[in-house]
């Protein structure tokens, strides 16, 4: 108890002498008490006044340094020096105006912009997985040149799962397609169906509730479903009353078993509403598809101490075994992949979010550099108030800790002022943002983020505020009109200089991206896509079961379509160039040849894409044929197989150009026609279109006519191209009356084409404006840096302007002279920026389109554009010198 009151007590006293006037008056007092004393005493000795007010000074020696040492030894000294601090930070910061709004803009530019890239990069780069040591969870599967994205077959799956030993657990899950909640209050969802212990492989348990019982992920086994947290709330309220409540999914019944973590994602990330087990049988896996059963996505979790290298090495067997399974023709271009989860949901936003962190620090660099060159600028006009502080006693720790108090607090400052910003700029990324950039949408200003603005802002002050406090002060700033050394002056210039060189390296990953994006936006797709819209009406099995079913309704609605004012083609495909994505369907080289010629080595690669289309296709999309006519509706009726091939793949099989009336068979495994290989007619050579996205190759490609004597080729996700001069809203509301007297529960989801192909440029379009901005921001600051710097040397030179005019330099010899300094750092900066860039940019190489890395184009427009600016820059300050008036400087001297 005693303690605790002594405690009390002392800190009672602290923060009473703190806050106390008293005790800083009584000490003064007393040191002024003192001095009388000695004074009094040389005056009894015999001296003057004056003298002896001056050997006791002498004899007492610094009042400040006295003072100080009195208070260091008072109790709450540190609080009441650095109040004192805080106070005289203020109030220069308060005299010296235009000093601390720049270096607060300055700050809060340089924090913002880096604190809002930073949320936008920290859940791709940095944080972890949300699933229990997630580091050991992998994407197990196939690639091949059609699909670089691994993917894997039940009959694969079954056999790796059972025969493996270097994962701990191996689970899949069958992709998360749309599904309808028929019961009350029907709503359209994202349900996937999984293997049984799909959440405990990835560490994950429900919140309330339970997982899949074994006996329920068996054929016919009893429905059960998860439901997601988003779900769980909308619905129930997130009531618990919710769990063995009975639902209907497509109009089957399910029963709710358990609900999700909040933070559940799907290893792929695809949205997801329910969870379903998969109910695979497995007997069926090793029969259907030719033996090598459906598609899925697996996953595994690495047993402790096993690396992805040493799984891939312990799989390599297992893998020979089942390669056996593919068709012979296909067999060298399938490869086995193992990679980390992260590494398969993040792909190239990797690189993209290392180039837009790279380019946020460099703004942050910038800004430092800027902020050190004004708190440089700032130290040379206080080098004589420093001088006469240290002369009257006060320490260097005392100098220095009144330098980094007011760097902190101009830091503290420009960190708060920062995260306002960074919260305007990450609202403005994400509502500028394309979908499919990973976690963009969940970024949010977080205490993690925070922390690391103010780390950022600790750090800024370290390095700018205290660096011009650590030089010694000098006694011939006492005599100095204007105190300033060479030193301070020959830091201000390389630290602009520097600002030059990375606004370089900037402006040139800048002008690389506008560069690539004009050529993605001038890109010849091949194809019209203005008045053209794309419908797809996505159905429900529990309506149309069997394909002929789906096949009845499509022909129906098409020709509903057809009866539409203003429609002038209709066409129907199973998919939509240019989508980006190639697994369509398609067919290896080797995998046909031509009736009659000679068949083509099996081992021949190269991709050849298949697009399943009815005769209007070439027609809605103005597709050019080069030769014959297309397809013709008495073909789509006649028993026969008809495919036109596109320019590449012509040229490649019939060099001579006849292609036209030939016939080519297929020798190769084929879904859903005759293993013997049926044998199509080529009617037409189509002009090659964009088919892989806009960066993608151009691979050939045929075009099958969509026969209405196949309809186990049909499926529900079919697309609908119209072509018409009508205004899309109206077409939509027509089509959509059309199709609710065909089925009123099919959803119609009407686009124009220009719309969907834009979209396919929204990411390069995101990346270029990002990397833009920065290096707008970046630039800005330098040139202001350079504005600030030429200025001061002006304002220094003054008075050696007016001798050199006075002594007759005209006023063409001090522009040339100014100049002459600011284009000197512009010039020393560009050329390392140059240097920089040249390397740097070697690692945008995979996020250009058709613009090489070094491209010089690019590089002579940074010269331009930094040459311009820079220059503007420079002049304004130098025709200042100009007008100098000599008689003026000359009486300053």
């Given at each position: 108890?005693?303690?605790?009151?002594g405690?009390?007590?002392?800190?009672?006293?602290?923060v009473?002498?703190?806050?106390?006037?008293r005790?800083?008056d009584?000490?003064d007092?007393?040191?002024q008490?003192h001095?009388?004393?000695?004074?009094?005493?040389?005056?009894a000795?015999?001296?003057?006044?004056?003298?002896?007010?001056?050997?006791?000074l002498?004899?007492f020696g610094g009042v400040?340094?006295?003072?100080?040492?009195?208070?260091?030894?008072?109790p709450g000294w540190?609080?009441?020096?650095?109040w004192?601090d805080?106070?005289y930070?203020l109030?220069?910061f308060r005299?010296?105006?235009?000093?601390t709004?720049?270096?607060?803009?300055?700050l809060?530019?340089?924090?913002?912009?880096t604190?809002?890239?930073?949320?936008v990069?920290?859940?791709?780069?940095?944080?972890?997985?949300p699933?229990?040591?997630g580091?050991?969870l992998v994407?197990?599967?196939?690639?091949q040149?059609?699909?670089?994205?691994?993917?894997?077959?039940?009959?694969?799956?079954?056999?790796?799962r059972?025969?493996?030993?270097p994962?701990?657990?191996?689970t899949?899950e069958?992709?998360a397609?749309?599904?309808?909640?028929?019961?009350?209050?029907?709503?359209?969802?994202?349900?996937?169906?999984?293997?049984g212990?799909f959440l405990?492989?990835?560490?994950?348990?429900?919140?309330?509730?339970?997982?899949?019982?074994?006996?329920?992920?068996?054929?016919?086994?009893?429905?059960?479903?998860?439901i997601?947290d988003?779900?769980?709330?909308a619905?129930?309220?997130?009531?618990?009353e919710?769990?063995?409540?009975?639902?209907?999914?497509?109009g089957?019944?399910?029963?709710?078993?358990g609900?999700l973590p909040?933070?559940?994602?799907?290893?792929r990330l695809?949205?997801?509403?329910?969870?379903l087990p998969?109910?695979m049988?497995?007997?069926?896996?090793?029969?259907?598809?030719?033996g090598?059963?459906?598609?899925?996505?697996a996953?595994?979790?690495l047993?402790?101490?096993?690396s992805i290298?040493?799984?891939?090495?312990?799989?390599?067997p297992?893998?020979?075994?089942?390669q056996?399974?593919?068709?012979?023709?296909?067999r060298?271009?399938f490869?086995?992949?193992?990679?980390s989860?992260?590494?398969?949901?993040m792909?190239?936003a990797?690189r993209?979010?290392?180039?837009l962190?790279g380019?946020a620090?460099?703004?942050?660099?910038?800004?430092?550099?800027?902020?050190?060159?004004?708190?440089?600028?700032?130290?040379?006009?206080?080098?004589?108030?420093?001088a006469?502080?240290a002369?009257?006693?006060?320490?260097r720790f005392?100098i220095?800790?009144?330098?980094?108090?007011?760097?902190?607090?101009l830091?503290?400052?420009?960190?708060a002022?920062?995260?306002?910003?960074?919260?305007?700029?990450l609202?403005?990324?994400?509502?500028?943002s394309?979908s499919?950039v990973?976690?963009l949408?969940?970024a949010?200003l977080?205490l993690r983020?925070?922390?690391?603005?103010?780390l950022l802002?600790l750090?800024?002050?370290?390095?700018?505020g205290?660096?011009?406090?650590?030089?010694?002060?000098?006694s011939?700033a006492?005599?100095?009109?204007?105190?300033?050394?060479?030193a301070?002056?020959?830091l201000?210039?390389?630290?602009?200089?520097?600002?030059?060189?990375?606004?370089v390296?900037l402006?040139?990953?800048?002008?690389?991206?506008?560069?690539?994006?004009?050529?993605l936006?001038?890109?010849d797709?091949?194809?019209?896509t203005k008045?053209?819209?794309?419908?797809?009406i996505?159905l429900?099995?529990s309506?149309y079961p069997?394909?002929?079913?789906?096949?009845?309704?499509?022909?129906?609605?098409?020709?509903a379509?057809?009866?539409?004012?203003g429609?002038?083609a209709v066409?129907i495909?199973?998919s939509?160039?240019?989508d980006?994505?190639?697994?369509?369907g398609?067919?290896?080289?080797?995998?046909?040849?031509?009736?009659?010629?000679?068949?083509?080595?099996?081992?021949t690669?190269?991709?050849v894409m298949?697009?399943?289309?009815?005769p209007?296709?070439?027609?809605a999309?103005?597709?050019?044929?080069?030769e014959?006519q297309?397809?013709t509706?008495?073909?789509r009726?006649?028993?026969?197989?008809f495919?036109?091939?596109?320019?590449?793949?012509?040229e490649?099989?019939f060099?001579k150009?006849?292609?036209?009336?030939?016939?080519?068979?297929?020798?190769?495994?084929?879904?859903?026609?005759?293993v013997?290989g049926?044998?199509?007619t080529v009617?037409?050579?189509a002009?090659?279109v964009?088919?892989?996205?806009?960066?993608?190759?151009?691979?050939?490609?045929?075009y099958e006519l969509?026969?209405n004597h196949?309809?186990?080729?049909?499926s529900?996700?079919?697309?609908?191209l119209?072509?018409?001069?009508?205004?899309?809203?109206?077409?939509?509301?027509?089509?959509?009356m059309q199709?609710?007297k065909?089925?009123?529960?099919?959803p119609v989801a009407?686009?124009?084409?220009?719309?969907?192909?834009a979209?396919l440029?929204?990411?390069?379009?995101f990346?270029m404006?990002?990397?833009?901005?920065?290096?707008?921001?970046g630039?800005l600051?330098?040139?202001?840096?350079?504005?600030?710097?030429?200025a001061?040397?002006?304002?220094?030179r003054?008075?050696?302007i007016g001798?050199?005019?006075?002594l007759g330099?005209t006023?063409?010899?001090i522009?040339?002279?100014?100049l002459?300094?600011?284009?000197?750092?512009v010039?020393?900066?560009?050329?390392?920026?140059l240097?920089?860039?040249?390397?740097?940019?070697?690692?945008l190489?995979?996020?250009?389109?058709?613009?090489s890395a070094?491209?010089?184009?690019?590089?002579?427009?940074?010269v331009?554009?930094?040459?311009a600016?820079?220059?503007a820059?420079?002049?304004i300050?130098a025709?200042?010198?100009?007008?100098?008036?000599?008689n003026?400087?000359?009486?300053?001297?």
């Amino acid at each position: 108890m005693n303690r605790l009151l002594g405690t009390i007590r002392s800190f009672w006293t602290r923060v009473r002498f703190l806050f106390s006037r008293r005790a800083t008056d009584e000490m003064d007092e007393e040191l002024q008490f003192h001095i009388e004393r000695q004074v009094e005493a040389n005056v009894a000795a015999g001296m003057s006044p004056a003298e002896a007010r001056r050997q006791a000074l002498i004899a007492f020696g610094g009042v400040e340094s006295a003072r100080e040492g009195c208070n260091e030894a008072r109790p709450g000294w540190f609080l009441d020096t650095l109040w004192q601090d805080v106070r005289y930070a203020l109030r220069g910061f308060r005299r010296n105006l235009i000093f601390t709004i720049t270096a607060l803009a300055t700050l809060m530019l340089g924090i913002g912009a880096t604190t809002a890239v930073f949320s936008v990069v920290d859940r791709i780069l940095f944080r972890s997985l949300p699933y229990a040591h997630g580091d050991r969870l992998v994407s197990v599967g196939l690639v091949q040149p059609l699909e670089k994205q691994e993917f894997t077959l039940g009959g694969f799956y079954f056999e790796w799962r059972d025969n493996q030993k270097p994962f701990a657990s191996m689970t899949f899950e069958r992709g998360a397609g749309e599904c309808n909640l028929t019961a009350q209050n029907p709503v359209r969802l994202h349900c996937a169906d999984v293997a049984g212990n799909f959440l405990p492989t990835l560490g994950v348990a429900p919140v309330i509730g339970r997982n899949f019982l074994p006996a329920e992920d068996v054929p016919n086994g009893p429905q059960a479903a998860l439901i997601s947290d988003a779900l769980w709330l909308a619905r129930y309220n997130r009531s618990r009353e919710a769990l063995n409540q009975e639902i209907e999914i497509d109009g089957k019944p399910v029963r709710i078993i358990g609900v999700l973590p909040a933070d559940f994602e799907m290893p792929r990330l695809q949205a997801v509403d329910i969870l379903l087990p998969a109910q695979m049988d497995i007997a069926a896996q090793h029969t259907l598809n030719d033996g090598i059963g459906l598609p899925m996505w697996a996953f595994a979790r690495l047993k402790p101490g096993v690396s992805i290298a040493q799984a891939r090495e312990e799989m390599a067997p297992i893998y020979r075994h089942t390669q056996m399974w593919i068709p012979a023709q296909f067999r060298q271009q399938f490869q086995l992949q193992i990679r980390s989860i992260r590494d398969r949901q993040m792909q190239d936003a990797y690189r993209a979010a290392w180039v837009l962190l790279g380019a946020a620090l460099a703004v942050m660099l910038i800004a430092c550099a800027n902020v050190a060159s004004l708190f440089s600028a700032r130290g040379a006009a206080r080098e004589r108030e420093l001088a006469v502080r240290a002369a009257l006693g006060a320490s260097r720790f005392r100098i220095i800790r009144q330098a980094l108090t007011e760097a902190l607090l101009l830091a503290v400052a420009g960190a708060a002022a920062g995260c306002v910003l960074a919260e305007i700029l990450l609202r403005v990324f994400i509502s500028i943002s394309p979908s499919g950039v990973p976690f963009l949408a969940d970024a949010q200003l977080d205490l993690r983020i925070i922390g690391f603005a103010v780390l950022l802002a600790l750090a800024c002050a370290a390095i700018c505020g205290v660096a011009p406090a650590l030089e010694r002060p000098r006694s011939i700033a006492f005599s100095a009109r204007t105190a300033n050394s060479g030193a301070h002056t020959r830091l201000r210039g390389f630290l602009v200089a520097a600002q030059i060189a990375v606004s370089v390296v900037l402006l040139s990953g800048a002008s690389l991206f506008v560069r690539s994006f004009r050529n993605l936006q001038r890109e010849d797709l091949g194809m019209q896509t203005k008045n053209v819209l794309t419908v797809r009406i996505p159905l429900v099995d529990s309506r149309y079961p069997g394909d002929r079913a789906y096949m009845d309704f499509y022909l129906r609605a098409e020709a509903a379509m057809r009866q539409l004012p203003g429609v002038q083609a209709v066409s129907i495909s199973d998919s939509l160039p240019p989508d980006g994505n190639s697994w369509h369907g398609g067919s290896r080289l080797g995998d046909f040849f031509v009736v009659g010629r000679p068949p083509i080595p099996p081992e021949t690669g190269g991709a050849v894409m298949r697009r399943l289309v009815t005769p209007d296709y070439f027609r809605a999309l103005n597709i050019s044929m080069l030769e014959g006519q297309g397809f013709t509706e008495g073909e789509r009726g006649a028993n026969g197989d008809f495919m036109i091939l596109s320019r590449r793949l012509a040229e490649w099989l019939f060099p001579k150009g006849d292609a036209v009336g030939q016939h080519i068979q297929f020798a190769n495994y084929r879904p859903y026609f005759s293993v013997d290989g049926p044998v199509f007619t080529v009617v037409g050579v189509a002009a090659d279109v964009k088919n892989a996205g806009l960066t993608g190759q151009d691979d050939p490609e045929y075009y099958e006519l969509w026969s209405n004597h196949h309809p186990e080729s049909w499926s529900r996700h079919c697309v609908f191209l119209i072509e018409t001069n009508l205004p899309p809203s109206v077409v939509a509301t027509w089509l959509r009356m059309q199709i609710a007297k065909l089925d009123p529960t099919a959803p119609v989801a009407v686009e124009p084409l220009t719309q969907t192909v834009a979209r396919l440029a929204d990411r390069p379009r995101f990346e270029m404006a990002l990397v833009s901005f920065f290096a707008a921001a970046g630039l800005l600051l330098a040139v202001v840096g350079l504005y600030g710097v030429v200025a001061f040397l002006v304002a220094q030179r003054t008075q050696e302007i007016g001798v050199r005019m006075a002594l007759g330099a005209t006023r063409a010899n001090i522009l040339q002279l100014v100049l002459a300094k600011g284009m000197g750092l512009v010039l020393a900066g560009g050329f390392v920026g140059l240097g920089v860039a040249f390397v740097v940019s070697r690692l945008l190489r995979s996020l250009l389109f058709e613009v090489s890395a070094h491209d010089p184009a690019s590089f002579l427009t940074v010269v331009v554009v930094l040459s311009a600016v820079a220059l503007a820059a420079t002049l304004i300050p130098a025709l200042a010198a100009t007008k100098v008036n000599p008689n003026v400087a000359l009486r300053c001297e």
